[in-house]
């Protein structure tokens, strides 16, 4: 199966020439139709999902989704630009959750990736996506489990699917 990571964030540059071959989309969706063509409840969600403008544009070259994804898995050895960690897996990506303190709008960000892991799992891998992996590097400065305790626990509701999730933070002294 295809191995998906999601990268939680803000824009990303599409049209990388790194990015764009390891670059998620998905397969049931019709770009720009302003349809929800695989029926998952997200209209043109074909690389990604935007929780913040709840929409499908995910794309904006000058922001830091672009080179966590590329340290994530940008294409390697192509004689072209740079190289990421993981040369052939698939990025999803996902704008939301970064500068944020509301769990909300963090839980909103994280629901997309566990949304299509669920999906694939209920189908047997028919449907929506073999995520593996959330990546969010924004990060909160000084905070503990306890001043977020619906996000952590959504960390269960991920990994009960299969969904291992990575996260930056800065400790308090």
């Given amino acids: 199966d295809t191995i998906v990571l999601c990268v ?34 997200y209209v043109d969600d074909y690389f990604g999902w935007n929780s913040i403008r709840n929409n499908g544009q995910i794309s904006d070259a000058n922001y ?68 593996v992996a959330t990546n969010a590097s924004w990060g909160l400065s000084r905070v503990k489990p306890s001043d977020f305790p619906i996000w952590c626990a959504f960390y269960d509701s991920l990994g009960s699917q299969g969904i291992i999730n990575i996260a930056a933070t800065e400790t308090s002294q």
């Avoid at 599409?14 to 349809?35: C, F, K, M, V, Y």
């Fill in 64 to 131: 830091h989704g672009t080179p966590v994804s590329g340290i994530v898995g940008a294409r390697g050895n192509n004689g072209v630009g740079i190289s990421g960690v993981n040369w052939n897996v698939k990025i999803m990506h996902i704008v939301g959750g970064f500068g944020s303190v509301a769990e909300d709008r963090i839980i909103q960000a994280y629901l997309y990736p566990y949304r299509q892991r669920k999906r694939y799992n209920d189908t047997r891998g028919k449907e929506g996506a073999f995520v």
């Fill in 8 to 41: 939680i964030d803000n824009g990303l540059d599409t049209a990388h020439q790194d990015l764009r071959p390891n670059l998620w989309t998905n397969s049931g969706e019709i770009p720009n139709n302003e349809l929800d063509d695989d029926k998952n409840g």
